[in-house]
């Protein structure tokens, strides 16, 4: 008797101790919880795209047609940056827009640079009967997409002599379009509405 009363007590005090224990973790699950909650919130919002007037980051990547390039080799021009991938059916859209871009085209500002993700043939069959293709840029992933804060395609940036955004990213193949089709003029002349917000 003496023996089954000692074998309880040992048996109640480990269930004892296991709810406290257990007891103890919750709460400090809860306030990790809490800490983490509380971090988030006053974390400041991811943003698409650079603030107007930033400096664009430079970036070196592989062209379509060989060869590599790096945005700054265009500097002390204007240029048109157009994040495309040939997966993104709001992407495609916007293709119709640079067959146009004809040899006479290319050598007037701003200089259209296209930075494309996915397949390279996949790129290849898209563009490589095009002068656009010249100025085709692959990256293998979305490094320079992250460099950019550019989450979505297509996006783009129009990119002044100095080497900064002129305006805000500009969204959607319908206004990327539309710019691609008025030559020589900046962004504060041409009234764009972004109507199409693309592949976010």
């Known amino acids: 008797m003496t023996l089954a009363l000692a074998t309880l007590a040992i048996l ?3 269930a004892l101790w296991l709810l406290y224990r257990t007891r ?7 306030v990790g919880a809490d800490g983490l909650r509380q971090r988030a919130t ?6 698409d795209g650079l603030p107007q007037g930033s400096v664009v980051p430079d970036f070196e990547l592989p062209l379509l047609t060989g060869g590599r390039a790096r945005l700054s ?16 059916s ?10 146009k871009m004809g040899l006479g085209r290319m050598t ?5 640079l296209v930075v ?3 397949d390279p043939k996949k790129n290849r069959r898209l563009f490589e009967r095009h002068p656009i293709a010249a100025r085709v840029l692959l990256q293998e992933s979305t490094e320079v997409a992250t460099l950019c804060r550019v989450r979505g395609t297509p996006m783009g940036y129009w990119i002044d002599r100095n080497g900064k955004t002129i305006s805000d990213v500009m969204i959607g193949n319908e206004w990327l379009a539309l710019t691609l089709a008025i030559p020589g003029k900046s962004v504060s002349e041409v009234e764009l509405s972004p109507a199409d917000t693309g592949n976010r």
């Not at 103890?24 to 809860?30: D, M, N, P, S």
């Not at 006053?42 to 943003?47: C, G, L, T």
């Not at 080799?73 to 993104?88: A, D, K, N, Q, T």
């Open 108 to 112: 007037e500002d701003p200089v259209l």
């Open 42 to 47: 006053n974390a400041e919002p991811v943003q």
């Open 90 to 99: 709001h992407s495609l859209r916007l293709t119709a827009a640079l067959y």
């Open 116 to 118: 494309s993700t996915g």
């Open 24 to 30: 103890i973790q919750l709460r400090e699950a809860r």
């Open 73 to 88: 080799h265009w500097r002390g021009r204007e240029i048109l940056v157009i994040f495309f991938s040939p997966e993104c």
């Open 12 to 14: 109640l005090a480990g």
